[in-house]
């Protein structure tokens, strides 16, 4: 299971969305608004940026990993990762 990260948590508040641990095989997080799941994102298996940064932090992956991958993951999904209420949307607002 995905332990959900306070700075998940921070970004979730700010875009007014509640989220669990995902119920979904392979996935890391359940995304609700107004108590009706809007989405599931993260692929379990798949670091995301505070993932890295706290792999920085225990000395795991050497300084500046977690700014790199951010920014390779927003140039992969630099198409869809705009478009409000996507998956892909809150993936990039949440995990990225």
């Given at each position: 299971m995905?332990?959900i990260?306070?700075?998940t948590?921070?970004?979730a508040?700010?875009l007014n969305?509640?989220?669990?641990?995902?119920?979904?095989k392979?996935?890391?997080?359940?995304?609700?608004?107004?108590?009706k799941?809007?989405?599931?994102?993260?692929?379990?298996g798949?670091?995301d940026?505070?993932?890295?940064q706290?792999?920085e932090?225990?000395?795991?992956v050497?300084k500046?990993?977690?700014?790199?991958?951010?920014?390779?993951?927003?140039k992969r999904?630099?198409?869809?990762?705009?478009?409000?209420?996507?998956?892909?949307?809150y993936?990039?607002?949440l995990?990225?």
């Amino acid at each position: 299971m995905y332990k959900i990260l306070p700075y998940t948590k921070e970004k979730a508040e700010k875009l007014n969305v509640e989220i669990k641990p995902s119920k979904r095989k392979g996935k890391k997080i359940d995304v609700y608004k107004n108590n009706k799941k809007i989405a599931s994102i993260g692929a379990i298996g798949y670091p995301d940026y505070p993932t890295y940064q706290e792999m920085e932090q225990n000395g795991i992956v050497k300084k500046g990993t977690a700014n790199k991958r951010r920014k390779a993951y927003k140039k992969r999904f630099e198409k869809t990762r705009k478009k409000k209420g996507t998956p892909s949307y809150y993936a990039d607002q949440l995990l990225w």
